[in-house]
């Protein structure tokens, strides 16, 4: 399995709209679960959406809940999220992580690949 590649970030205003992208190789990535997080500057990661194999099983944390949307598209074998209403709290690095056993019904907390991340930032 190699690496996912993450695109789509950039500069935005406050209120702006930004669509990440990831994109994954290999197989496995149809029977996984795929998660977003972000790091900002001299924090912890942090675990923003998944999504499980089953694209219609989603989980978002509270501070992105109604304006993100993660999605699949298993042909592409692309993972995407819209980011809506962006915050300059929203700034930050923003990774994209796959596990072969992840439902969405929790938090990601073990991901087997990381991408190597694109930068949000959100200016006031």
């Known amino acids: 399995q190699v690496a996912p590649v993450e695109s789509g970030g950039g500069l935005v205003q406050d209120g702006g709209s930004l669509l990440l992208s990831c994109v994954f190789s290999?197989?496995?990535?149809?029977?996984?679960?795929v998660g977003w997080f972000r790091q900002a500057s001299g924090k912890e990661h942090e675990f923003v959406a998944g999504?499980?194999?089953?694209?219609?099983?989603?989980y978002y944390v509270d501070s992105v809940q109604g304006r993100f949307t993660i999605s699949r598209d298993n042909v592409k074998n692309t993972v995407y999220l819209q980011m809506n209403s962006l915050k300059p709290a929203d700034t930050a690095i923003y990774y994209c992580?796959?596990?072969?056993?992840?439902?969405?019904?929790?938090?990601?907390?073990?991901?087997?690949?990381w991408g190597h991340g694109t930068q949000v930032t959100v200016s006031s």
């Open positions: 992580a796959a596990d072969e056993q992840y439902s969405a019904l929790y938090p990601m907390s073990r991901p087997n690949y």
């Open positions: 999504i499980g194999w089953n694209p219609d099983i989603k």
């Open positions: 290999g197989r496995a990535f149809r029977s996984s679960g």
